[in-house]
């Protein structure tokens, strides 16, 4: 479902929106190529989020240990299967 929503950009940014439209034509519109700058901005949050929530999880010494042991698990499956 949409719905349509007023925001207040800087002459800057509509000008780079109807170039991007008009000119280079990397969206069919100018709501599409927002719609789309903002999915990946927003996919961009969330990798930044995983990779602080990774960067956590790494210094957590029960990760670690769980980590070390899996590793020891799947060593000789990773020789059979990785090259060398």
Not at 21 to 45: G, I, K, N, W
């Amino acid at each position: 479902m949409k719905s349509q929503h007023t925001f207040t950009l800087s002459s800057h940014t509509l000008n780079m929106v109807r170039h991007l439209v008009e000119d280079e034509r990397v969206a069919p519109s100018q709501d599409a190529l927002v719609e789309r700058a903002l999915a990946d901005f927003f996919m961009s949050v969330r990798h930044e989020r995983e990779a602080r929530q990774f960067l956590e999880a790494s210094a957590d010494p029960v990760v670690r240990a769980e980590l070390s042991l899996l590793e020891a698990e799947f060593r000789s499956a990773d020789a059979e299967t990785w090259p060398k």
